[in-house]
């Protein structure tokens, strides 16, 4: 039977293999492109489907629009206000539904989900009057069931929802009930309908956001890693969900929930974020320290293995610095976002051959034991 691999024999590894990249062997950068007339991009929520495409994307300067590409060239994707012209993406689906959220007024947004086959964009509407209540749409599956969080018709408190063309938006409710003195966010849905986020007004902690999956109609607490809070931001296809939580340090660390195991501390000596896990058990993020963030993969058995900074493993000349990694795919493409050039830019990291042998060498293979393991 296929066993992990010691976190001693890990970290060995990871020093020796990283020690002996060659320049030709160092992390292949891919810049997925600007549109024309834009000067930075970036990426949050789930853009990346398959392979090294970048369907869709935000920008910021000179203007706040979303963008994805249509016959290979990127299209704006338009707002809801000529007077307020701001708009953002956050999701993309297999048959290219965009979702995110555009301004109809000064402080108001509104979700939307992006039609490809009419080149149109539906407004979610939030609870109560559109222009006065505020809603986001951060995510979509394969089945066009939309998550997000809206602002209460009888409040301005924040509930996560779900969204479909027929079912319309439906609240999922917090860990304290359906309360509007508690908020709740959406974060991320797999195609088996999964969705996980946090909440507040969970017994004992009502103060404090909470991890959950929703399934089925009901909202489960995941836990924390001893401390006070926990965010749950990612799920794959098999319900493994990562996050971060505060341990007993009071520093947030990154974790990995599964069925079998519950939450398992990824850690960080400073802080740590989980921000999506693949079907194969690979976990991107970002760690911190002080106020500079470093985008980052999980090498090793979950619990044992530790972060390793994706710019310890680029060229160091490339004028990169990666801050932000986002998504991770099943062809193992990793999306984020850093700064080239003075500007925020998105990018996209692939291993070459020689580097992806080190690495499950060092590694991956204990990740990819832990997916198997679990299936058994």
Known sequence: MLRYFSSAFCVLAIVLSIAGLASADFLTIID?????????????????????????????????????????????????????????????NSDGYVVGFSKVTSSVYNAFVWDPNTQTKQNIHAWGTPTSKISYAVGINSSE????????ASSSTYHAYKWTQDGGMVDLGTLGGSSSSYASYAYDINDNGQIVGSSKG???????????????????????LG????????INSHGDVVGRARSTDAKFHGFLWTEDDGMIDLGYTGDGYAQAVNDNGLIVGHIRDGANYY?????????????????????????????????VNNDGVILGHGTYGGYTRAFMLIIPEPSTLA??????VGLLAYAWRKRK
């Open 202 to 224: 969970y017994t004992g902690a009502t103060t404090y956001e909470r991890a959950y999956l929703y399934e089925d109609g009901v909202m489960t607490h995941l836990g924390t």
């Open 32 to 92: 997925p492109g600007v549109p024309e007339g834009y000067n930075t991009t970036f990426v949050y929520g789930h853009l990346l489907l398959s392979g090294t495409t970048v369907n869709a994307l935000s920008t910021d300067s000179p203007a706040a629009r979303g963008f994805t590409k249509i016959g290979g060239v990127w299209t704006d994707l338009g707002y809801f206000s000529s007077t307020y012209p701001q708009c953002a993406v956050r999701g993309i």
């Open 359 to 364: 690495l499950l060498a060092c590694g991956l």
């Open 145 to 152: 069931t939309v998550i997000g969080w809206s602002q209460m």
């Open 295 to 327: 985008a980052a993969m999980y090498v090793g058995t979950p619990g044992e293995g530790s972060w390793v900074d994706l710019n310890t493993l680029i060229d160091p000349d490339s004028g990169w610095v990666l801050t932000h990694a986002m998504e």
């Open 227 to 234: 401390g006070t809070e926990s965010m749950a931001y990612g």
